[in-house]
């Protein structure tokens, strides 16, 4: 397959993948909106050296990762208020626990609390709401499966106590 | 309620978000590619082109000027508007995306992004070339600031730009090893993380 083709399949299949990576990682429309086309951009340029070694899906998320955290390091947010699941999971849920009054609530919700994380962590989280198990996550991020599995666990943790404790079941 | 089920599901939630996909044509992703090469290249000859401004400027007044100090002084700063056209092309000239680029990992790509940076903080000193511009500052000035700091009302002029020259070089080590001990700190969590 063509550049051109892989990059027409993986803009078809990933695209509303994509756009929900984009906003997990920026939370200015205007800004996000350039951010999803760099990542549409390098992507197609990155698949000129696709070579089948992992899968189209994993090339992508890899790509799309890569870029978004290249921009979050450029804005220098690293370096002030973002925290680790670990941290997170070790905040009381005080204030945390009230029960979303709606689903764009609940998003709202999600998307500052994916926001609020560093980037490795916040690929675990993306990778976890996307439905991808803990050996795909892995072979994304580099990290080994059992450490993604055990942020995982962390992270429904965090989201059971976000949302509500009891009634929201991470599956 | 409809709600209901969403709202116990956080993948549900997240993956049923409205989404707006980016609808580009493969023309039109070439021409921002091209675009966006066109303008990054820009940027960075905007900023020789102000290197070598600095530099033709400052080399007039050197050989403007009859004394040799301050002669040095205006020659070496020329020099450093050289330098900082050379390295705003050496560092920041856009280049092609790296073969491998996109095989890192997340993990490998966001550590060398945090080096990347580190290294930055670490260098800038050098790699602005500021030895150059502060020694050439001071031989082209000092030669003319010694008779006039003999008298206490040219002194107490100069007091002002002297300290804020000074509170700037404070903060400007100080915030760079700052940022530079934050970055090794991520750096080494990551590192850390990757060995579980």
Excluded at chain 1, 102 to 120: D, T
Excluded at chain 1, 127 to 144: K, N, P, V
Excluded at chain 2, 18 to 24: L, N, Q, R, V
Aim: charge should be positive.
């Amino acid at each position: 397959m063509s550049q051109d083709d892989l990059y027409q399949e993986a803009a078809d299949t990933y695209g509303s993948a994509l756009d929900r990576l984009a906003r997990a990682y920026e939370a200015d429309p205007e800004t996000r909106h350039d951010l999803l086309q760099d990542i549409h951009l390098q992507l197609w340029r990155s698949l000129e050296y696709f070579d089948g070694r992992c899968s189209l899906r994993t090339w992508v998320y890899r790509v799309a990762h890569n870029v978004a955290t290249g921009h979050v390091v450029r804005q220098s947010r690293i370096r002030k208020t973002l925290a680790s699941i670990e941290e997170i999971e070790a905040v009381p849920s005080n204030d945390q626990s009230e029960r979303a009054a709606g689903q764009n609530q609940a998003l709202e919700r999600l998307s500052m609390l994916i926001q609020q994380l560093k980037p490795v962590d916040r690929q675990i989280i993306i990778s976890y709401l996307e439905g991808m198990d803990a050996s795909s996550t892995a072979e994304i991020t580099g990290l080994s499966a059992s450490n993604v599995a055990m942020k995982v666990h962390r992270i429904k943790n965090i989201l059971r106590r976000w949302f509500h404790e009891g009634g929201f079941h991470a599956g | 309620m409809p709600d209901e089920l969403p709202m116990n599901d956080p993948k549900k939630i997240w993956q049923d978000q409205p989404t707006e996909p980016i609808k580009m044509s493969l023309d039109e992703i070439r021409r921002k590619a091209e675009k966006f090469q066109t303008k990054s290249r820009l940027k960075v000859l905007m900023g020789m082109v102000i290197g070598l401004f600095v530099c033709v400027a400052f080399a007039r007044m050197s050989a403007e000027i009859p004394d040799i100090v301050p002669r040095i002084g205006w020659g070496m700063l020329s020099l450093w508007g050289l330098y900082c056209a050379y390295a705003t092309y050496k560092w920041i000239w856009p280049r092609r995306l790296a073969g491998n680029a996109t095989l890192t990992t997340s993990l490998d790509f966001y550590r060398s992004e945090l080096e990347r940076r580190r290294d930055y903080e670490r260098n800038i000193w050098r790699r602005s070339g500021l030895t150059f511009c502060f020694a050439g500052l001071a031989l082209a000035l000092i030669p003319e600031l010694i008779p006039a700091l003999q008298t206490p009302r040219l002194l107490l002029k100069a007091a002002p730009f002297f300290t804020l020259l000074a509170i700037w070089f404070v903060l400007f080590f100080y915030v760079r090893k700052r940022n530079r001990l934050k970055l090794q700190r991520e750096i080494d969590e990551l590192t850390a993380l990757e060995k579980n």
